[in-house]
């Protein structure tokens, strides 16, 4: 770590790339390396999963070297607080003493009472502590939230239900050709079936980045068919692409 810490240093002495970052220009490879590490635990592939936390390492390192920069917290900053608070978050453990064997939902409850605590006076809306991140989580989040206090369908046949109200008012918006309304509702349409989602048990997330998994794996199998018989994918017609795809839902269950 003390060597990784120091090349990071020499970095920003010496390479013009490194020197021109600042913590606003490398949120979006944070973001990245954490959907590499995603993508390379689903495959199973030990030696890619290090590599990738090796470059999501990078960006914490890469962070905390710039404000370290600005005077405000350096790399064993970060390591001391996230420290202090898993053990102040897991009194069931460093205090086990005091409390009696708990179930993994008894720790959930436990976790997000002490979290409360912590954000005592810092959030104006229960919402206002959703992390930042991708849309979809974010609206899973939201929703998950606003169900702590009853605001939610009583089942999922409740939230179909209203995706298929929004559904229906995205028709409407596309009828009348109107592009800020057709947005809007697209949106809607998008928390919704994000909300039934969530009413089933299932992260949308996930259930979204397997499906991807799923298409480009099928997209290769035709791209793969159509090399295999010497043709141009781009002059494949759509007939002969949907029949591929049908045969690669056959072959790659």
């Given at each position: 770590?003390?060597?990784?810490l120091?090349?990071?240093?020499?970095?920003?002495?010496?390479?013009?790339?490194?020197?021109?970052?600042?913590?606003?220009?490398?949120?979006?490879?944070?973001?990245?390396?954490?959907?590499?590490?995603?993508?390379?635990?689903?495959?199973?592939?030990?030696?890619e999963?290090?590599?990738?936390?090796?470059?999501?390492?990078?960006?914490?390192?890469?962070?905390?070297?710039?404000?370290?920069?600005?005077?405000?917290?350096?790399?064993?900053?970060?390591?001391?607080?996230?420290?202090?608070?898993?053990?102040?978050?897991?009194?069931?453990?460093?205090?086990?003493?005091?409390?009696?064997?708990?179930?993994?939902?008894?720790?959930?409850?436990?976790?997000?009472?002490?979290?409360?605590?912590?954000?005592?006076?810092?959030?104006?809306?229960?919402?206002?502590?959703?992390?930042?991140?991708?849309?979809?989580q974010?609206?899973?989040?939201?929703?998950?939230?606003?169900?702590?206090?009853?605001?939610?369908?009583?089942d999922?046949a409740?939230?179909?239900?209203?995706?298929?109200?929004?559904?229906?008012?995205?028709?409407?918006?596309?009828?009348?050709?109107?592009?800020?309304?057709?947005?809007?509702?697209?949106?809607?349409?998008?928390?919704?079936?994000?909300?039934?989602?969530?009413?089933?048990?299932?992260?949308?997330?996930?259930?979204?980045?397997?499906?991807?998994?799923?298409?480009?794996?099928?997209?290769?199998?035709?791209?793969?068919?159509?090399?295999?018989?010497?043709?141009?994918?781009?002059?494949?017609?759509?007939?002969?692409?949907?029949?591929l795809?049908?045969?690669?839902?056959?072959?790659?269950?």
């Open positions: 770590m003390d060597q990784l120091a090349v990071m240093r020499e970095l920003r002495e010496k390479c013009p790339w490194d020197q021109q970052q600042t913590p606003q220009s490398l949120t979006r490879y944070a973001i990245e390396e954490a959907y590499e590490v995603e993508a390379a635990v689903r495959q199973g592939k030990p030696e999963v290090r590599d990738e936390l090796g470059d999501l390492l990078l960006q914490v390192v890469f962070q905390a070297q710039m404000y370290s920069e600005q005077g405000a917290f350096d790399f064993n900053d970060v390591v001391n607080a996230i420290t202090e608070k898993l053990i102040r978050r897991h009194p069931h453990v460093f205090q086990a003493e005091q409390y009696s064997q708990l179930s993994a939902e008894d720790v959930s409850i436990l976790w997000q009472k002490i979290k409360q605590q912590e954000k005592q006076g810092k959030a104006q809306s229960r919402l206002d502590e959703i992390k930042h991140g991708p849309a979809i974010q609206a899973h989040e939201i929703q998950k939230n606003a169900a702590k206090i009853g605001f939610d369908f009583a999922v409740g939230a179909y239900g209203k995706l298929n109200e929004e559904l229906a008012e995205l028709q409407q918006a596309m009828q009348k050709q109107n592009s800020d309304e057709i947005c809007d509702e697209f949106g809607d349409c998008l928390f919704s079936l994000i909300n039934v989602g969530r009413k089933l048990g299932l992260s949308s997330e996930m259930a979204l980045l397997s499906t991807i998994h799923k298409f480009k794996t099928r997209f290769a199998f035709i791209e793969d068919q159509a090399q295999q018989q010497h043709k141009n994918i781009e002059a494949l017609s759509l007939e002969e692409m949907d029949l795809w049908e045969q690669a839902k056959k072959q790659l269950k």
